[in-house]
């Protein structure tokens, strides 16, 4: 893998559509992850991270979950860095407003699964 790989936001919204009209997909419990990883041109990891409105109303409640899921991003740096190769992510939350960490994180490393049987 590249060393100098790095994990970014994934914040423009032409790389975003992008990722959901041309990427695959994996679901694990209530992430679904949304990718592009074919790109060679990229030489770093973008992720960017979503909550549903129709799935989560309250803001501050959406918010909390995308820092959650940040936090466990982080978290995992060395292993997210290492499975995924470079390329556009999109971590969705697709589950109820009551979130367990633990019940992320879980399904976080679901997500990153298929990408460890592959390399």
Do not use: W
């Amino acid at each position: 893998m590249i060393e100098n790989n790095d994990i970014k936001k994934l914040k423009s919204k032409i790389q975003i559509d992008r990722v959901f009209n041309k990427g695959k997909a994996i679901k694990s419990g209530a992430l679904v992850m949304h990718f592009i990883s074919e790109r060679k041109e990229l030489k770093n990891t973008f992720i960017g991270v979503g909550v549903s409105k129709s799935h989560v109303q309250l803001a501050y409640r959406r918010n909390r979950i995308k820092r959650q899921i940040r936090a466990i991003i982080q978290q995992q740096k060395k292993e997210v860095i290492q499975t995924l190769p470079p390329g556009l992510y999109m971590v969705l939350y697709k589950g109820s407003v009551s979130v367990n960490t633990k019940k992320l994180k879980q399904d976080f490393k679901g997500v990153l699964k298929p990408f460890t049987d592959c390399g």
